[in-house]
Structure formats: C-alpha cells, structure tokens
C-alpha cells in the first residue's frame, strides 16, 4: 500500500469510526436528496479524526503557495483552525455574510490585498458554499488557487471550481468512502 492510499484509508477509518457516516434519507445544503450524509461537525470535534485531517491537509500545503489559511463558516472554521495550527499559518475565516455589528466586514483574520490563501471546506457537493467565499476573497484582493476538501460528494464542485481556475484536492471521495 503506498503513502497516498494509506492516508486515505487512514482517513476513512477516522470518519467512520467518529460516526461521521450516516445513511438515510438527508437534504443537502445544495438542495439535493440524498441516502447518505457526512456529518463532518462530528469529525471536527473528534480529536483524533480532527488530528487526521489536519496532517493530511497540511501535508498538502507543502507543495501550495500559500500565505493563510482560510475556513467557511460554520463547517470550514474548526478544520482551518487546526490546519493553521499544524502547519503554523495564519487563520482566515470567512462569513456567510457581513455583520452590521462589531467590528463588520465579512472576514475574520489579517486578509491583504495579494494574500494567498488555500481554503478548508468539509465537504463539497457541486461547490456553491465555497464559491461564494471564494468571489468575497478575490473582490477584497486576495488569491485563492486551491481549494482542500475533507470530503468531495463527486456532484461537480471540482468542475465548477475549475472554471474559476481553482482547483480542489479532496482528502477522500464519496465514491472511496462509501465502499
């Protein structure tokens, strides 16, 4: 078995093992029905599992360019915050919306104009949620090239992503999960 299939296997194993798997019968975020469910809120507060990805996540990075970190709330903030912790960089969060209260704005974290960021999401099905972050990020002047995926539905989000020149690395697909 090499590194690669290792890792995932590793990573499955985690998911499983943490409850994160469900079957029955879910509405997706993206509207869609489905028989199955990751529930990557279970993982991500599963110190072990969490621990997981955030290794193989960051061992990701070492091939990116990257100045931050960057997780979507809600689901996207614990991961980014623990890949930012392993691979010591700094945490970008980014809203749903901007708040009209505080401090406002759409961003939590030191976003400057030309900062490269690689985005945590739990799981992508055709990739709407993590657009979204993305268009907020490059209208306030940051970069992102890369998109890390806990898990990837397999429903599109790697094609539409791609049409905005972004590419997404998925730590494990549906399709490997489920068998």
Do not use: H, W
């Not at 890792?7 to 409850?19: M, N, W």
């Not at 991500?44 to 990116?64: G, K, N, W």
């Not at 903030?77 to 960089?89: D, E, F, I, Q």
């Not at 030309?114 to 993305?134: M, Q």
């Amino acid at each position: 078995m090499n590194v690669g299939n290792y890792r995932k296997s590793l990573l499955i194993s985690a998911l499983k093992s943490c409850g994160a798997v469900k079957y029955g019968d879910f509405t997706l975020a993206s509207g869609k029905k489905s028989k199955y469910y990751i529930d990557i809120k279970k993982a991500s507060t599963d110190p072990a599992t969490l621990t997981v990805i955030a290794e193989q996540a960051s061992a990701i990075l070492v091939t990116e360019n990257v100045d931050m970190i960057g997780g979507v709330a809600l689901g996207g903030v614990p991961l980014a915050t623990a890949v930012a912790l392993k691979s010591n960089l700094k945490l970008l969060i980014v809203r749903k919306e901007e708040k009209g209260y505080g401090t406002g704005g759409r961003f939590i974290g030191d976003l400057k104009k030309g900062s490269r960021i690689v985005l945590i999401e739990d799981v992508t099905t055709s990739g709407g949620s993590v657009k979204d972050a993305i268009n907020a990020i490059l209208e306030a002047g940051g970069i992102v090239n890369t998109v890390i995926t806990v898990v990837d539905r397999e429903e599109g989000a790697q094609e539409s992503l791609a049409a905005l020149g972004v590419k997404l690395i998925p730590l494990v697909s549906a399709s490997d999960l489920l068998q």
